[in-house]
């Protein structure tokens, strides 16, 4: 079945810059891979999906690229914001179901 | 928007009780799954739900059983508690689409502690 990787430390940037978080998985390459935000005691909130035959989907300041290639999907927050602090979850279909399998996510911590 | 609504935020049961965990839906969704999320381990899937009176089990169903009487409601419940279930307990649900690859909405979370 699918591993799914994220960086387990914590990734800290300043206010303004970009954030870049990664997924990588080791195995076949998913028909799709969805990115969540999970605030502290609450549930993970959808935010994009991106389809293995797409390389790149963007909606306000996030961006989300998919490298069958290299098998990873980086996510990206531009002008990013101390709001923006959460853990991130990448999710993608394993084992042959379509039902997705999550990361175990990476913390964000935008500083003012 | 959809809401998915889980009966208790927090909820301390003792070791060998049953233990009921309530779901509830308000976007008639076919999809209702059960996550549990233990830190460093991550969202791990118990039990998923396609339809009324349909199951099938997850990675961890071991311990767990479910229950979809009602397109709307999705129960997971613990036979007999044991303290190794203590962990934040994530219900979700989605729509079923053509593409099947819709994103799952979830709830706040119950979080179980069983002493």
């Known amino acids: 079945s699918q591993k799914i990787e994220q960086n387990s430390e914590a990734l800290n940037i300043q206010e303004g810059k970009t954030a870049t978080l990664t997924c990588n998985y080791t195995?076949?390459?998913?028909?799709?891979l969805q990115w969540y935000r999970q605030d502290p005691g609450r549930g993970p909130v959808f935010l994009l999906l991106?389809?293995?035959?797409?390389k790149e989907k963007r909606k306000e300041r996030l961006k989300v690229t998919f490298d069958t290639t290299l098998k990873q999907s980086l996510f990206h927050i531009t002008a990013s914001q101390p709001a923006d602090s959460a853990t991130y979850l990448c999710a993608l279909p394993s084992g042959g179901s379509y039902i997705p399998t999550f990361g175990r996510g990476t913390s964000l911590i935008v500083h003012p | 928007d959809v809401k998915v609504t889980q009966s208790s935020r927090y909820l301390v049961k003792r070791t060998g009780e049953k233990v009921f965990l309530e779901c509830v839906q308000d976007m008639d969704h076919e999809n209702m799954f059960w996550y549990r999320q233990d830190p460093g381990l991550g969202l791990r899937l118990i039990y998923f739900?396609?339809?009324?009176?349909?199951?099938e089990k997850g990675d961890i169903p071991e311990g767990y059983s479910v229950s979809r009487e009602k397109k709307e409601r999705f129960s997971l419940i613990l036979e007999s508690a044991s303290t190794n279930q203590t962990s934040m307990y994530l219900c979700?649900?989605?729509?079923?689409?053509?593409?099947?690859?819709?994103?799952?909405?979830f709830g706040n979370g119950t979080r179980l502690t069983v002493t």
């Open positions: 195995n076949y390459s998913p028909a799709y």
């Open positions: 739900s396609y339809d009324v009176k349909m199951k």
């Open positions: 979700a649900s989605s729509p079923m689409t053509g593409s099947i690859v819709s994103p799952l909405h």
């Open positions: 991106i389809r293995e035959n797409e």
